[in-house]
């Protein structure tokens, strides 16, 4: 492994900048990837690469290797609704649309894996599987991946996303946790109009939401044991159209998020617990709308262990410091063995978070992009055919 990994530094993926380069310039939203499915088609095709039949309206899957066992590589491949704004002389043509959470690299790294995996095809211990997954941004893509049966026979999925708080060179690896599961409310409260001189003749629901919203916010901090880590935010609330008429209807919406699968659960069940109750003593009618949204984030303690190691050939590891963004990954790992991994892509005291509009990634993360899923793939094979 460590003889690879040094064979794997001594490659030049300089050629994969202008691909990506490219793809940055094209963005296109969740479900809506049809022209980045095609570029990712032809350049496989052009590689030799087995195309799969999944029925994805967009994104794709295909295979290097013949047999089993069975290795699936995951990147994501829409982009968000920003503007951008970094001036790059590649920055995006669409008007409203940018990389800003780095898909580009993570499906260029993906390439420039299958290129390297399918030179050594034959000397392959099973196979490798690719998917190119569309509407991670929406989490509805790893569910329709999912469902085409084509990651049934897999023994374990590797998947990462850059981080631009870690330098170039910087791979980040915890067992369990590592980011969060995600919980998307909206409650919808309907009481009865009345005149504001009234308030008798009516059910209130500005004050069933202010009391709603009041508690829940002791939901964390007086049932959440403190070496526990956990979050509700209420972020948008609406009701009413002006001053003197009490509204008949309004909703308030946030987030839910923790590191624990157990707690992400009960949260809810409280969450739940709490609107009733309360719509009960003020006799308002509620509705709860639940966005779809990822769990946690939770590697393989066995496998994240292993790839901790073995990825300490090509790149610096570090302990991961675990995010409280939501990542649909989640949905393969609750099905398959899985790792999920921070790859270093800029590192600058200054450099913008994921999701802004100056978002830069440096393409010098190529280095160790495209050995992780090389490297982790070959140990895993290895792995798995001598059980």
Excluded at 19 to 42: C, D, F, N, W
Excluded at 222 to 229: C, H, I, N
Excluded at 366 to 380: C, G, K, R, T
């Amino acid at each position: 492994m460590l003889e690879r990994g040094r064979e794997m530094e001594s490659l030049s993926y300089e050629h994969l900048v202008p691909i990506r380069h490219y793809v940055h310039q094209h963005p296109e939203l969740s479900g809506q990837e049809y022209q980045t499915t095609a570029y990712l088609k032809a350049y496989l095709e052009k590689l030799g690469v087995r195309i799969l039949n999944s029925g994805l309206k967009t994104g794709l899957i295909a295979e290097i290797g013949s047999g089993k066992p069975v290795i699936a590589l995951r990147a994501d491949i829409d982009a968000l609704p920003i503007q951008e704004n970094t001036d790059l002389d590649y920055q995006s043509q669409t008007p409203g649309v940018m990389h800003a959470c780095g898909h580009d690299f993570h499906q260029v790294s993906l390439l420039g894996a299958a290129e390297v995996l399918k030179g050594m095809e034959a000397d392959l211990k099973g196979t490798v599987r690719l998917i190119f997954q569309p509407a991670e941004e929406t989490s509805e893509g790893a569910s329709a991946v999912l469902a085409t049966g084509l990651l049934e026979d897999v023994q374990a999925i590797l998947g990462f996303h850059n981080m631009p708080s870690l330098p170039a060179g910087q791979l980040a690896l915890r067992p369990g946790a590592m980011m969060a599961g995600v919980e998307k409310f909206k409650v919808t409260v309907t009481g009865v109009s009345s005149h504001a001189a009234r308030p008798d003749l009516g059910l209130d629901t500005v004050v069933a939401i202010t009391s709603m919203v009041q508690q829940l916010q002791t939901l964390v901090s007086r049932t959440v044991s403190p070496f526990e880590t956990a979050v509700l935010s209420v972020t948008h609330i609406e009701a009413g159209s002006t001053w003197n008429v009490l509204p008949k209807s309004g909703f308030f919406e946030g987030t839910i998020r923790t590191f624990n699968p157990d707690l992400q659960k009960r949260l809810k069940a409280d969450f739940i617990r709490v609107i009733e109750q309360i719509s009960n003593s003020t006799g308002v009618m509620v509705q709860f709308d639940w966005g779809k949204t990822p769990p946690v984030t939770y590697n393989d303690k066995t496998l994240a262990k292993k790839v901790f190691r073995w990825s300490k050939s090509f790149a610096e590891v570090v302990e991961a410091q675990p995010s409280t963004a939501g990542e649909d990954f989640a949905f393969y790992q609750e099905k398959i063995p899985g790792v999920f991994a921070f790859i270093g892509s800029n590192g600058a005291a200054d450099a913008p978070d994921l999701h802004h509009d100056s978002m830069v990634i440096d393409d010098a993360a190529f280095a160790v992009s495209v050995p992780y899923y090389v490297e982790n793939a070959l140990a895993l094979l290895e792995k798995f055919s001598t059980k």
